[in-house]
């Protein structure tokens, strides 16, 4: 089985910049896409962030496009994501994805255990 371990969550002040890392093991990754999705209090689970095998194209949600940046090493089995001017709202816990079309829910095959992301006013 995969297994997907994510880090770097942690408080932060609104403005400020965290960057959160996701180290997969129990498998390759030939051909599977990575990302990130979150989950504050009283949402639904929605997706942030996501880049293909090759690395060649990235995708963000709206609320994060700008501010947000995706990227992977594959011979790690590494991704990152680099947030800066963070705001109150980016509050949640940060999950890491492995999967064919990790833009969707349904498109994910293994999921991270989460990393707790706390912005202040």
């Known amino acids: 089985q995969v297994q997907l371990v994510e880090s770097g969550g942690g408080l932060v002040q609104a403005g400020g910049s965290l960057r959160l890392s996701c180290a997969a093991s129990g498998r390759t990754f030939s051909s599977y896409g990575m990302g990130w999705f979150r989950q504050a209090p009283g949402k639904e689970r929605e997706f942030v962030a996501a880049?293909?095998?090759?690395?060649?194209?990235?995708y963000y949600a709206d609320s994060v496009k700008g501010r947000f940046t995706i990227s992977r090493e594959n011979a790690r089995n590494t991704v990152y994501l680099q947030m800066n001017s963070l705001k109150p709202e980016d509050t949640a816990v940060y999950y890491c994805?492995?999967?064919?079309?990790?833009?969707?829910?349904?498109?994910?095959?293994?999921w991270g255990q989460g990393t707790q992301v706390t912005v202040s006013s």
């Open positions: 994805v492995v999967g064919t079309s990790p833009i969707e829910i349904i498109g994910v095959r293994y």
């Open positions: 880049i293909s095998w090759s690395g060649g194209d990235t």
